[in-house]
């Protein structure tokens, strides 16, 4: 599993797609995170253009997959999109121009608390 941090150890973006890739090639756990972790959900953040973001620890291989091929297709810079998934809260990122959902790849923006 990838090694979890918290907010305030947040990666910067580049950091968190040569993770993403390292895990890939390396590990064989379908999931990057322990769902049961006493820290919660959200397994590893990244710091990208003064918001903070995080991957869920439920996120999937497969969905891991696919957001590194959009990387690619994108030359390491994927255009990430917010999506309203609850409010005040976070926000679920889409990713690329068609502001793609992907399946197993369970990635948010954080709302700080206003």
Do not use: C
């Not at 994927?78 to 502001?99: C, I, K, Q, T």
């Amino acid at each position: 599993m990838l090694k979890q941090n918290t907010r305030e150890s947040a990666i910067r973006r580049e950091e968190f797609h040569d993770l993403l890739r390292e895990w890939l090639d390396e590990s064989l756990e379908n999931r990057v995170g322990e769902a049961e972790s006493h820290a919660g959900n959200a397994w590893l953040w990244v710091r990208h253009g003064g918001d903070h973001y995080f991957l869920d620890s439920t996120s999937t291989r497969a969905g891991v997959r696919q957001y590194i091929q959009l990387v690619n297709e994108s030359r390491g810079d994927p255009e990430w999109s917010m999506l309203s998934s609850m409010p005040d809260v976070r926000e679920r990122v889409a990713v690329g121009r068609g502001r793609r959902i992907i399946e197993g790849f369970e990635f948010y923006r954080h709302l700080p608390e206003r």
